[in-house]
Each structure stands twice: as structure tokens, then as C-alpha cells.
């Protein structure tokens, strides 16, 4: 997180498909974040330019994923889930952006962990662990506010 301090305690999760290895440069990352209107939005280079919020979320969500090139499966920042490629595209496509964005999610709305972990559940059709170990991650738990556009 790029929050001073946060970032010590607490994960900002992100998807990626198409992998072959952790930090894999030919991966798409899927990243989520406040759109303009302030709702959970997916911020990422196939939704948008990349620049102010998107860039930045985008950015570090990609710096973060290639920083994970020669970790094993066991990293705790890294949680492995059974899905296609194609049902993660779906359904971060299909993710309806009008839950209110807020970056301690919970009652106040959902993040970008929520929209990252609902994608992932709705891929694999399973509840994905959460990842990062011993670290918080502010929003995961908000999954089920994030809607999605009917199949």
C-alpha cells in the first residue's frame, strides 16, 4: 500500500491471469481502485489510460507482481486458485461498478481488495484464501458489497 506507514501492516490485493511462474512479465494483472464516480472500479490498462490514480494503482500493482519473480507458491503475498484464464477476464469485465468506494471497507463500502477478492471467488466459483500472512487485508472481507452484471 502507498499509504506511509499502512503499507508496513496492511496487503492491497490484485489479480493476475495467464501466469506460467510467480512475477511472470507476460501475465495480465488486474487491478482495482476508485473510479471517477468514486465507486470500486477496475483501474488497470484494459480499462483505461494509465495515469493519476489508475497509473498509480496500476504501476504498483505491476511493480508488485514482478517482484515476485523467483518466489515459491508458499510466499504468503501469493495465493494460487484454481480458474481459467477466460473466467477471470469475465468476471473482472462483468464487475457492475456502483459499490461505494472506501479505503477502510467494511460498513463504509468495499476497496480494491474487495473487487480484487470477488473476482477471484467468482472465477473459481470457491471462497479464495486471503493472502498475505500475518499482514492485514483491509477490505478483503467486503467481497460479497461488490455486484456483478448478469451472466
Not at 61 to 80: E, I, Q, R, Y
Not at 115 to 144: F, K
Request: contains cysteine.
Amino acid at each position: 500500500m502507498n499509504i506511509p506507514g499502512l503499507g508496513l501492516i496492511a496487503n492491497h490485493n490484485f489479480v493476475v491471469t495467464g501466469a506460467s511462474f510467480p512475477g511472470d512479465p507476460d501475465a495480465t494483472v488486474i487491478s482495482f481502485g476508485m473510479n471517477e464516480q468514486g465507486y470500486v472500479g477496475r483501474v488497470d490498462q484494459a480499462t483505461r489510460g494509465l495515469t493519476g490514480q489508475v497509473g498509480a494503482v496500476y504501476g504498483a500493482d505491476t511493480k508488485a507482481w514482478l517482484s515476485l519473480a523467483g518466489s515459491t507458491v508458499d510466499n504468503p503475498n501469493l495465493v494460487s486458485f484454481s480458474a481459467s484464464a477466460e473466467s477471470v477476464l469475465t468476471a473482472a469485465g462483468s464487475v457492475v461498478e456502483s459499490t461505494d468506494y472506501a479505503l477502510f471497507a467494511s460498513p463504509l463500502g468495499a476497496n480494491s481488495s474487495s473487487g480484487a477478492q470477488a473476482v477471484a471467488n467468482r472465477a473459481c466459483g470457491c471462497e479464495v484464501p486471503t493472502p498475505g500472512g500475518w499482514r492485514l487485508t483491509i477490505g478483503a472481507g467486503s467481497w460479497r458489497e461488490i455486484q456483478f452484471a448478469p451472466r
